[in-house]
């Protein structure tokens, strides 16, 4: 959860903050076998980037287990409610990662900080979020494009770039007391390593990104035992992905 000015308009929190939602997935991505969103099957999404990309249904709401929305609207700021506002933030995963994880929480912080010094602008903004989380997470060549509100296509890469390239200016013209000059450094240098690593090679980044190390693991288990990559993690339904072994991991 994040204190958020309470001066900053609502709409330009949404708009901003969930082009890099929907984006982060790429190094904070957790990994997942199949996919359990209405209307497909593991069969069209062998594996995908995030554990929790099927389930969100909207862009804003105030629910957490129905009709789950990328941008959360509960406000318990716990602190002078006239100041700040609190953002629950419930998209995402859980990491293994202590790089990803690093990742998740301070570039969220230093794209919050930017909009409140409203550094980012509305060129960014989504035309269908909910359809986007999906297709970045479903595809972990990281090639998908997705919609801008502008009509242009981009992939999640390109838009976690130019976040980064962003909070550079921002950080130059602004500095970065609001996360710390050393943590807000070092998230700007991790943040770069890991789009390079992951636009050369994704392979490359699988000793920090959760989705790329577990994928070698199932694809590898996969191999080894010649199985479909569905059949290569235990499952309690093993028929709701067409398997009929219930041999797996454990």
Known sequence: NYLVDRAVPFGRLVNQI???????QVFAGAGKVGCESP???PSDVAYQLSQRADFFEEEVGLETTLKRPI???RDEPHCDPAKYRRLHV?????NMSEVATFLKVGTTAIVLSMIEDDAI???LTLAHPVTAIRQVSNDPTLRATIALGNGKRVTALEVQWQLL????NWADRHGLDSVTVDDGKRILEEW???LTGLERNPDDVADVVDWVAKKRLVDGYASRHNVRRCRAVHRRSPTRCGCSSDRGMH
């Open 71 to 73: 941008v959360n609207t």
């Open 39 to 41: 209307g497909s099957t």
């Open 18 to 24: 969930t082009p890099h939602f929907v984006t982060r």
């Open 90 to 94: 419930i998209v995402g995963d859980a």
């Open 192 to 194: 770069e390593s890991v």
């Open 121 to 123: 602008g509305d060129d």
């Open 165 to 168: 390239e962003r909070a550079r």
